[in-house]
């Protein structure tokens, strides 16, 4: 029978979602934890691979298992694994279900702090220049992203995709002036390795003055790299959202 999972996850000690040969993953700390229980390996898939440091305020796995779970399966789950990982909810789908292919719509938000917070050091970045940045600017290179279709200068290299094609559905920076804190908001389809970080090291650039909203439309347009390329750090970006093919 094949579950699917609800789960949320910081990030910080982790080398992201994807197992590893020789550090910390999320989906490890999981199978290593599920194993321990149910006394037999288990294979989690997860929604999409987060980098080094990034957190998933919701996340979705599947897996398989046969026979009825142990009692009290879940708390046990939650109890036995560390205290950045949650799971959230576990339930039963279709046999050929799948967490990731499945999946229509993600949605990230990138998290930046005007003032220095030791309290938010792992989950947010602080961004000492904001008196020196034009947002309005910043806002306008994020809302010409929504024009093109084709992402490969917010691409990493030594990536093995087979299309930059991305759909976006909203590349957007809102201000929260109570909380001093500025966050960008990006939904796609799909995402190309590194692109949110990429783009996000785009828009900050552009505001400061670093690179013109021209050079950034000729990169998209040829479909090359910008001159000046910045991937920001990670511990601000969160995915926060996925979305099936039914909505959910």
């Known amino acids: 029978m094949r579950y699917f999972s609800e789960l949320a996850y910081r990030g910080t ?20 934890a599920m194993a321990t229980i149910l006394g037999s390996a288990i294979e989690v898939v997860g929604c999409g691979r987060t980098d080094t440091g990034v957190h998933a305020s919701q996340y979705f796995m599947h897996f398989d298992f046969e026979g009825p779970f142990p009692k009290e399966f879940h708390r046990r789950l939650n109890k036995l694994l560390p205290n950045d990982i949650a799971i959230r909810s576990i339930f039963e789908v279709v046999p050929d279900a799948h967490a990731r292919f499945d999946a229509v719509r993600r949605s990230y938000e990138y998290h930046i702090v005007l003032d220095k917070n030791p309290f938010g050091e792992d989950t947010t970045w602080h961004f000492p220049f904001f008196d020196k940045l034009d947002l309005e600017k910043t806002r306008a290179a994020a809302a010409l992203l929504l024009n093109y279709k084709e992402f490969q200068p917010f691409c990493k290299s030594n990536t093995d ?6 759909t976006l559905y909203r590349s957007e920076w809102v201000m929260d002036l109570a909380t001093r804190r500025l966050v960008f908001h990006i939904s796609a389809n799909r995402f190309l390795r590194g692109m949110v970080r990429l783009i996000v090291g785009m828009c900050l650039n ?20 910008l001159k000046k390329s910045w991937s920001v750090p990670p511990e601000g970006l969160f995915l926060t959202e996925v979305l099936y093919g039914n909505g959910s």
């Open 13 to 32: 000690n982790y080398n992201g979602w994807q197992r590893q040969p020789n550090a910390p993953s999320v989906q490890q700390a999981i199978e290593e």
């Open 161 to 166: 995709v087979h299309t930059m094609e991305c």
């Open 206 to 225: 552009v505001g400061l003055g670093k690179v013109g909203i021209d050079e950034v439309k000729q990169a998209l347009d040829q479909q090359v790299l």
